[in-house]
Nanobody
Framework: QVQLAESGGGSVQAGGSLRLSCVVS?????????MAWFRQAPGKEREGITT????????YYAEPVKGRFTIYRDSAKNLLYLQMNNLKPEDTAMYYC?????????????????WGQGTQVTVSS
């Protein structure tokens, strides 16, 4: 079965950087899949912030993170990464990686079938 596991979260000061990792094990059976990072702050809805297609590595970024975050993957090792630079307090949230069938731009919770357990990112001012 498919399992995802995030790591790399932590506490940083505003302006700092973090790199999140997601290990994907198992086979999804998707010819082309969306791999994504979501985040959810307390009291707020989970939001998709960036996605990448496994077919051609096309990426999508939500406006709040555009220019600061970068999604990339190592397909050979089944790893998904999120490089976060110039972090802001509003980036504080639980971050989740997810995998689902290709449905571009794959920004909805319902687009994804597999989820990691989440890793906490806290940014202080």
């Amino acid at each position: 079965q498919v399992q995802l596991a995030e790591s790399g979260g932590g506490s940083v000061q505003a302006g700092g950087s973090l790199r999140l990792s997601c290990v994907v094990s198992g086979y999804t059976r998707y010819r082309t899949a969306c791999m994504a990072w979501f985040r959810q702050a307390p009291g707020k809805e989970r939001e998709g912030i960036t996605t990448i297609s496994t077919g051609n590595s096309t990426t999508y970024y939500a406006e709040p993170v555009k220019g600061r975050f970068t999604i990339y993957r190592d397909s050979a090792k089944n790893l998904l990464y999120l490089q976060m630079n110039n972090l802001k307090p509003e980036d504080t949230a639980m971050y989740y990686c997810a995998v689902g069938p290709f449905s571009w731009p794959c920004t909805f919770n319902s687009d994804f079938n597999y989820w990691g357990q989440g890793t906490q990112v806290t940014v202080s001012s």
